[in-house]
Each structure stands twice: as structure tokens, then as C-alpha cells.
């Protein structure tokens, strides 16, 4: 399960990913083509056979091979998030290491006792920001009348569930071509900015 970030947790994420796409020239949008961004980078994406339960994706990037592979098991939305999600260790990196010439995350290796590890959760935070930009979200939150204040009052999955119509979510879903539960969560992080 993804963490639910506040504004005060999301800040560092969403200023990074800013500097990211002003250094690269480039912006996501609910029409946002991941492979293609990937591309733009020289990162190969492709869909494989992986441990089904311990391996959703991971990226490699290694001198000049740059690689995010799927499991071929995932459906097209999934397999999308953890392209995003890879893609986001990728912009972590190369803000803050930016001639390292070695990146290999894999699920094996983040987690500890059990647990995602923490920069798992940000890479989470960072996948849903890259599909669903927050300040176009917000906007079309707002356009279609959802209470963002009565959501930012509690941040949490069951009160999205509790003030904004299914049909709504399911509308979001579609639009930004993700699950669900990534827009009920998506509401209430992007609420926490209103």
C-alpha cells in the first residue's frame, strides 16, 4: 500500500520533479506517453517474464544500456505505474547524482523486514505525480465541483471514498489511464495543496 502524502511530505518530490522537467524541457499531462518520455532518455522499456510475487519492474541503467522492464504479467495500467515509478528512481538520480554510471532497483532489494522501504514510497508518490500532474489535477478537481476542503480536512483513502462519487473516480481513471486507488490517493495529496 502507498503512503498518502501531505503538501509539507511532497514538497521536496514535486520541486524536484519541476527541476527535472524544466532541465529537460519537458511536462506531463493526463495525456503524458511514459515509453515515450523514456525513450527521450535512451531508457529501452520492455515486458518480460519476472518473479511473479516478488518483481513488478525495475530499471538498469548501466553506462550506456538504460533499461526499465515490466513484469509481462501486469495489465497495461499497472504496467504503466511501475514504468512511472522506475522512470521516477531515474529522475532521482540524476538530480542528485547526475554522473553516476550504475542504477539497478529492483522490489528484492528495497524492501526490509517486510516493509517498503521509504524511497520506495516517494518513488510512489513521484509515478502518481509524473501520470497525474498536480496542478492540472487540482484544476479538474475543482472544475468538476469536488469538495477539495471537506478531503484536505481528513487526507485519507476512505474519506475520498466517502466525499467523491465513484462515477467521479472512475471518470479520473479513465482520463489519466490509472487504477482507481491511485486517483482516490492523487485526490487527497493534491487536495492537501488547496
Known sequence: MCKIYTKDKSLPLEEMLSKFCKENEISFSNN???TKICNKFNIHTIAMPL???KLDGLILIEKK???IATNKSL???DARFVIAH???????ESISSPNKELLFAEKDRVFHGGEKKQEEHDMDYLAAAILIPREQFLDEMIAVKINVEQIKEELT???VRRTVHPNIVYFFARRYNVKEDVIIRRMAEVSSYA
Do not use: G, Y
Open 75 to 77: 495489465d497495461s495500467k
Open 51 to 53: 518473479d511473479d510475487e
Open 86 to 92: 522506475e522512470f521516477a528512481h531515474f529522475i532521482k
Open 32 to 34: 503524458t506517453d511514459i
Open 65 to 67: 544500456l538504460k533499461v
Open 157 to 159: 483513502e476512505q474519506n
